[in-house]
């Protein structure tokens, strides 16, 4: 037993310390003091988890991110698997056009009610108001950061 727990230690090492940082390309349109406190919280997350690492890339204005978005999903529909990111601002309508797309969101409740930490926190913490807003039928597939919803773009 000791050795069979020596062996699934030293896995368990090798692949955390060989292992690459995940990385998570994360694109808004925060400037000013809304794009500082939003820099602030990704180094905070950064810090905290040291296996993952969120890149925020600052795209420009909403309307500079809602045509880089909208043409990166046309690409992707196209047979262009490159350039989605992970992460991606955006209001609730743009996510209405991305959802006709197979593939490009990533519905949330799987992580939601997977994790019985997260779902306390979802049915007792989260305002109903804003979690029906980011709801279309029964996915949730949006978290409102600010005054617009974050969707899970896979890439």
Not at 39 to 44: K, M, N, T, Y
Not at 78 to 91: C, H, K, M, S, W
Not at 105 to 130: A, C, H, M, R, T
Request: glycine fraction near 6%; hydrophobic fraction near 45%; charged fraction near 20%.
């Amino acid at each position: 037993m000791k050795k069979l727990l020596l062996v699934t230690l030293l896995l368990f090492v090798m692949v955390f310390s060989f292992g690459e940082k995940i990385k998570v390309e994360f694109w808004h349109a925060m400037g000013g003091g809304h794009g500082k406190a939003l820099e602030e919280l990704v180094a905070a997350f950064n810090r905290e988890n040291p296996y993952v690492e969120i890149v925020p890339v600052y795209v420009g204005n909403y309307g500079a991110l809602s045509r880089k978005l909208l043409s990166t999903v046309v690409a992707y529909n196209e047979g262009t698997r490159d350039n989605l990111p992970v992460i991606a601002q955006a209001y609730s309508n743009w996510t209405s056009k991305y959802l006709q797309s197979k593939g490009i969101v990533e519905p949330l409740n799987k992580f939601i009610y997977g994790d019985s930490e997260f779902k306390e926190v979802w049915e007792n913490q989260i305002y109903k108001v804003f979690k029906d807003m980011c709801t279309w039928e029964i996915q949730f597939i949006q978290y409102h950061l600010i005054k617009v919803c974050i969707p899970i773009i896979i890439m």
